[in-house]
């Protein structure tokens, strides 16, 4: 299994940036998906969410700013990163449970800039 997250970047606060994560050696439209970031100094949190049938969930300090969703298709996650905040850098994880064993994408630095 391996997970390839890019997109990271360096913006400004109030600007976007969209991560991907291209994943291989799974059945990906069954697994759930999730986004994690970590912060320095911080614990990693689950920042969003989707089911294999497209439900979304969000942690509350994103809601209305990301979005995350999924192409089957291509095997690949993503994450849409709207109205960023300088708080939300951070270190982000693509992540899935598969076959009792969680795998981790390489993670990509988001840095906002106040």
């Known amino acids: 299994v391996q997970l390839q997250a890019f997109g990271g970047g360096l913006v400004q606060a109030g600007g976007f940036l969209r991560l991907s994560c291209a994943a291989s050696?799974?059945?990906?439209?069954?697994?759930?998906m999730n986004w994690y970031r970590q912060a320095p100094g911080k614990q990693r949190e689950l920042v969003a969410l989707i089911t294999g049938g497209g439900s979304t969930n969000y942690v509350d300090s994103v809601k209305g700013r990301f979005t995350i969703s999924r192409d089957n298709a291509k095997n690949t996650l993503y994450l849409q990163m709207n109205s960023l905040k300088p708080e939300d850098t951070a270190v982000y994880y693509c992540?899935?449970?598969?076959?009792?064993?969680?795998?981790w994408g390489q993670g990509t630095q988001v840095t906002v800039s106040s």
């Open positions: 992540h899935v449970r598969w076959q009792l064993v969680n795998y």
């Open positions: 050696g799974i059945i990906f439209g069954i697994n759930v």
